[in-house]
């Protein structure tokens, strides 16, 4: 169901076409997924309280509608370990052509993973399952069910991984949370077709998954021309 919240958060997108990720990941929020704790901060004390709050190391981020594909801009900075490297981080990053803050964020660890939707003009919504981070281009490791899923579909989407061994827990190694993998994965499958209409794609790239969580990291939702 289309929330008026977050019928605001896609309507104040239109003029740029895509969700900026603090408003994607409020919207994500809203829709019962994981996201890490964050501040969408507009000035070095709003960041600093933050951080403050919650403690380092954080992870800060550029928020600009000019700035689609982060890395290509060094828009990110990770492993912030303390105040003065988080005013360097902040000060940098509010160079960057357009920027509107910075979104500074708790650091998650885990396997990566990317899991993404499209709305295929045939068969309609499709959601992906893949190895993610930067090793999504290598391996081309993923798997395909059309929308909505079912608890079977979640469920064969994670065996149909080659690499699903690691993500169950490889030669000893500690398992992932396969049931908060599979419930993410349902509540997104919810979450796309409530947003059918409004939306071309969306990205979570990479969800960190761990033995307790799976956040969503990182974030894109393109928007119907």
Request: hydrophobic residues 40%; aromatic residues 6%; contains cysteine.
């Amino acid at each position: 169901m289309l929330t008026e919240e977050i019928q605001k958060i896609l309507s104040s997108a239109r003029d740029t076409g895509w969700v900026l990720e603090p408003e994607a990941k409020r919207l994500f929020s809203m829709a019962g997924l994981d996201v890490p704790r964050f501040e969408w901060a507009h000035d070095q004390q709003e960041a600093a309280r933050f951080a403050r709050d919650i403690g380092y190391p954080l992870v800060a981020k550029v928020v600009s509608p000019k700035v689609i594909h982060k890395s290509d801009v060094r828009g990110v900075e990770v492993g912030v370990q303390d105040a003065k490297a988080l005013s360097e981080a902040f000060s940098r990053l509010s160079k960057i052509e357009g920027c509107s803050g910075v979104l500074v964020e708790e650091t998650v660890s885990g396997m990566e993973l990317i899991i993404g939707a499209k709305i295929d003009y045939q068969f309609g919504p499709v959601i992906l399952l893949g190895i993610g981070g930067t090793a999504t281009e290598i391996y081309h490791d993923f798997s395909l069910r059309m929308a909505p899923l079912t608890s079977r579909d979640t469920e064969s989407m994670v065996k149909c991984l080659k690499a699903h061994e690691l993500l169950e827990g490889y030669r000893g190694k500690e398992p992932i949370n396969l049931k908060e993998l599979r419930r993410l994965l349902n509540k997104f499958s919810e979450l796309v077709m409530t947003l059918e209409k409004e939306i071309e794609s969306i990205d979570l790239n990479p969800v960190m998954c761990s033995s307790t969580r799976c956040v969503v990291a990182d974030a894109r939702i393109m928007l119907k021309r």
